[in-house]
């Protein structure tokens, strides 16, 4: 079953603007993996959709969804997302329900898929979630290619991030003493 819900049939015609505005949760991130940005090097990203049950788009519009320990792995020839917890609807129970921490078939192009295979074989790369969000009201996941960084890297990003938050500190307040 696909994630979301086929919008074009209930209007007469298309919005001719990205994102239609129409829906309140049309582009709205549900949930964001930063610790993922700071464990690793981000050296790719690709937005793919996901395989959904109709209790987990519910949970997911709830905006109850956890992503810390979840990474996509190739079986098969296909992508799946693992380690992430999507609770039960509250309301859906016996044959509506869902099982939290299965795991979610994401939807790439065959080329994509040879593609990132490849490289993450060759270059011991892993594939980890930036972020789900729904688009169009299809809930889709951001996900990315990345290199695991070593302790001292992460202590070089950080010092790299502080040391640009002091510099545009710095502008501003000399912008602020010409004026």
């Not at 819900?5 to 991130?29: A, E, H, L, Q």
């Not at 090097?41 to 810390?68: D, F």
């Not at 917890?85 to 044959?95: E, I, L, M, N, S």
């Not at 898929?113 to 889709?140: C, H």
Request: glycine content about 10%; some cysteine; charged content about 30%.
């Amino acid at each position: 079953m696909a994630a979301g819900k086929n919008t074009s049939s209930k209007t007469s015609g298309k919005s001719s603007g990205k994102g239609g505005g129409s829906r309140p949760d049309s582009n709205r991130v549900i949930a964001s993996n930063r610790r993922a940005r700071h464990d690793y090097e981000i050296l790719e990203t690709v937005e793919c959709g996901m395989v959904l049950q109709g209790s987990e788009v519910k949970s997911l519009r709830a905006g109850r969804i956890a992503l810390q320990d979840a990474y996509a792995r190739i079986d098969d020839g296909e992508m799946y997302l693992f380690g992430v917890h999507v609770p039960p609807y509250a309301q859906a129970v016996g044959f509506g329900a869902h099982d939290p921490d299965r795991r979610r078939k994401l939807l790439m192009h065959r080329h994509q898929i040879d593609e990132w295979m490849g490289r993450s074989k060759q270059n011991s790369l892993t594939m980890v979630p930036l972020s789900i969000y729904f688009k169009d009201g299809r809930a889709k996941v951001e996900l990315a290619l990345a290199r695991g960084r070593k302790t001292y890297d992460k202590r070089h990003a950080i010092a790299a991030r502080d040391a640009g938050r002091d510099a545009a500190r710095e502008a501003r307040a000399a912008a602020r003493g010409r004026e």
